[in-house]
């Protein structure tokens, strides 16, 4: 019995070793987080930060829910993916429309007839027939055609926990009366659409619908969908299966902008009927959590605590990948699916990823196809050449990694409160303290500290790209800047000393009262990160001998602030609605007042010559005489210098040599569909950056040895001892 019972420790610790040994010989890399095989899928690995809030198309109003919102649902409109500027194209529209124009007597008017003499604007959207939602409960019907899940009751919801448990699933046929659907419920109070009040300003009825609906809000839910299908906006209609029209207030260009946003989406009415059912929200069925689209995927999975998965929808009809791009698109190989069938990928895996340094691990040993770039790892990816460009490190270029920078359409401004008597107002002493000001404030430095380089100062309100925008000298604020070796250089410090002067601040001095300046600036701060950057804004106003003083708040109190117009000083910032300068010389609109008006122009400016030229130039098509406003309007208001113009942020990417056609668009947001993997590439590249690290085991079994061999040598000679 002693000798079987030695054998069998000795065989167990060899097997053991062995076992642990031979362990990273498997297929997959011991790291790998996701289940084996999955590599070689037609899939891009992504990750999420914060779970979605909404994702009812009426609601959702952010960036991390239209990652997977835009990817399912289809307004008629959409942005091209390559060409620059940005364009409208059509998405499941047959057309980008042509807004018809009408007197207030219903006379139709030429397009060129004046802005003044448009009463109303009609949109007619033609959508391509044969295009198919996809599979869902909603629309499963019996034999009969009958729909199955349509009266549900508490015997039929046993065992139903999740919208996978129905057993039966259907589809139909993208209609117009679900766009105008959609429309009603942008207006429905319980919907709590956040644009709702824009578009009362425009479609005609809206308002007027919104507020008939009023009564309905403490209605069943069943009750609020049938209102809905039973009522009509006075300004939307149905033409035909195929064609809506909208009417809008006068005349709005840019109206066709918001044709690609998701708010004008479809919604079938089977699914508002199907997530309406009592039972069904208590366990998390219903829009907010089950989308129901067109679009080239669905939500396969929403378990927002660990993974969200987008599947390819089986109905999808197929849309070709642009033929058309850029000058350099074809040579970087953005145009070699051109004509292709998309999308290219069977599914998209999100992972849960709330801090930045998992996340960026993850993306280097090549289980996320692409990553952003955080501050703490900027100098391990990126660093800036001689010409102050962004390149790669050359342990990112040796991965074969790509870098794409883009500037964003937006601005990140430091406002002046136009309303207050020391700062604001439009008298020469307050517009030649403000241009101080702009030349003390280096911007330049702010990027290169507290943005890893990633911005472009600001010579106005308008960002590339966006029509308006003018490049080199003729583009530069000749208050702030002088053009000097084909480049844009700020003026000197003593300059705008010499303003201060002028102004009557010598040396930052009040020449009336000798009492020093002092100015307010009202912050949001809530770390160490936020005091660095408060520091060194209070260095730059220090640069002309003003007193800053730092009034810290959280974000409620700083907006009541803005609201009253009680603060001096504050730094804020834009993103585009739509690549429209409209969408941003509104915000120095003197009606768009925050004060007075609630508007978003936070610093109540107000001029009338740049109000006047607002309003022609917000009518106008692009083209020389739009863009002749457009300059005079920066130029007055370069000059009257309400704001500080800060700065356009970059955006930086990277991805895999396996990721194709990754281009920046910051318009677009469905531009999953475009993308395209190498799942061989990815898997073999895997394996060669996550090796097996096998000393930590090799060490173990020798300490076993050390620990083990002694005793099997004492057993060993007792027995001896024994048998002699």
């Known amino acids: ?113 004046p802005a003044e003499s448009i009463h109303r604007s009609d949109y007619l959207i033609r959508i391509r027939p044969g295009i198919r939602y996809q599979p869902h409960p909603a629309f499963a019907a019996d034999g009969a055609g009958d729909y199955r899940y349509h009266a549900l009751t508490a015997l039929d919801l046993r065992g139903i926990n999740q919208l996978g448990d129905f057993e039966q699933t259907g589809a139909r046929e993208l209609t117009a009366e679900d766009y105008v659907h959609q429309i009603k419920r942008l207006a429905a109070p319980w919907t709590h659409s956040p644009i709702a009040g824009v578009m009362q300003k425009h479609i005609f009825g809206f308002e007027e619908y919104a507020e008939g609906l009023a009564e309905t809000v403490e209605k069943d839910p069943l009750e609020r969908v049938a209102r ?199 008298s020469e002493r307050a517009r030649l303290l403000r241009r101080a000001i702009a030349i003390a404030v280096d911007f330049e430095e702010f990027i290169s500290i507290f943005t890893n380089g990633r911005g472009l100062v600001a010579q106005g309100p308008i960002p590339p790209g966006i029509f308006g925008y003018r490049e080199g000298e003729a583009g530069i604020n000749p208050f702030v800047y002088e053009w000097i070796g084909g480049r844009a250089v700020r003026r000197s410090l003593d300059e705008a000393r010499v303003l201060m002067e002028q102004a009557g601040y010598p040396g930052g001095r009040d020449r009336e009262t000798g009492r020093a300046l002092t100015i307010n600036y009202e912050a949001i701060a809530t770390g160490p990160d936020d005091r660095a950057r408060l520091n060194w804004i209070r260095k730059q106003f220090a640069k002309l001998g003003i007193e800053l003083v730092i009034r810290s708040t959280d974000y409620n109190r700083f907006q009541e602030k803005i609201r009253n117009g009680t603060g001096q000083v504050f730094m804020w910032g834009w993103n585009a609605d739509y690549p429209d300068p409209e969408n941003f010389l509104f915000l120095l609109y003197g009606p768009n007042g925050k004060v007075e008006h609630q508007g978003e122009n936070a610093s109540n400016y107000a001029n009338p010559e740049f109000d006047r030229l607002f309003n022609a130039m917000r009518f106008m098509e692009d083209g020389p005489e739009r863009q002749a406003a457009i300059d005079r309007m920066v130029e007055i208001a370069r000059t009257d210098a309400p704001w500080l113009w800060g700065f356009n942020p970059k955006a930086f990417s990277l991805h895999h040599q396996w990721m194709y056609n990754a281009s920046p668009n910051q318009m677009a947001n469905n531009t999953l569909k475009y993308r395209r993997v190498d799942p061989e590439l990815r898997e073999r590249l895997r394996h ?10 090799w060490a173990i079994g020798v300490l076993l040895v050390v620990i083990i061999l002694p005793a099997l040598w004492l057993v060993w000679r007792r027995e001896r001892s024994t048998a002699l």
């Open 688 to 697: 060669d950056w996550n090796p097996p690290v096998l000393w930590p085991l």
């Open 228 to 426: 809905l299908r039973d009522s009509e906006i006075a300004g939307v209609e149905v033409v035909d299966p195929y064609s809506y029209r909208i009417s809008v207030k006068g005349k709005y260009p840019q109206f066709a902008y918001w044709l690609a946003m998701p708010f004008f989406a479809p919604m079938p009415w089977e699914a508002e009927v199907f997530y309406a059912q009592p039972g069904l929200r208590e366990r998390n069925i219903m829009l907010d959590w089950y989308p129901v689209g067109t679009g080239p995927f669905m939500l396969g999975e929403n378990n927002p605590n660990l993974r969200m998965v987008l599947e390819r929808n089986p109905n999808f009809r197929g849309e070709p990948y642009p033929s058309e791009g850029m000058p350099a698109d074809e040579a970087s190989g953005l145009l070699a699916d051109a004509g292709r069938p998309m999308p290219f990928i069977e599914e998209a895996i999100y992972s849960l990823e709330k801090e930045s340094i998992p996340r960026w691990n993850k993306f280097l040993q090549g289980f996320y196809d692409s990553s952003g770039i955080a501050s703490d790892a900027f100098d391990q990816a990126v660093q800036i050449d001689a010409g102050g460009e962004p390149v790669l490190t050359d342990a990112m270029r040796e991965r074969g990694i790509t870098l794409l920078t883009s500037v964003e359409p937006s601005v990140m401004y430091m406002g002046f409160n136009m309303l207050d008597p020391v700062i604001g107002g439009d």
């Open 1 to 113: 019995m002693r000798s079987i019972e030695r054998f069998d420790i000795r065989r167990l610790f060899a097997l053991g070793l062995a076992a642990a040994l031979l362990a990273g010989c498997g297929e997959a890399p011991w790291n790998d987080p996701y289940p084996a095989g999955d590599a070689t899928g037609n899939r891009v690995y992504s990750s999420f930060a914060e779970r979605p809030k909404h994702l009812d198309p009426a609601r959702s109003y952010s960036a991390d829910e239209y990652a997977f919102l835009a990817q399912i649902y289809e307004p008629p409109l959409q942005y091209h993916f390559l060409l620059r500027p940005y364009r409208l194209v059509p998405l499941t529209a047959l057309a980008v429309p042509e807004p018809a124009y009408f007197d207030i007597d219903g006379n139709p008017l030429a397009q060129d007839a």
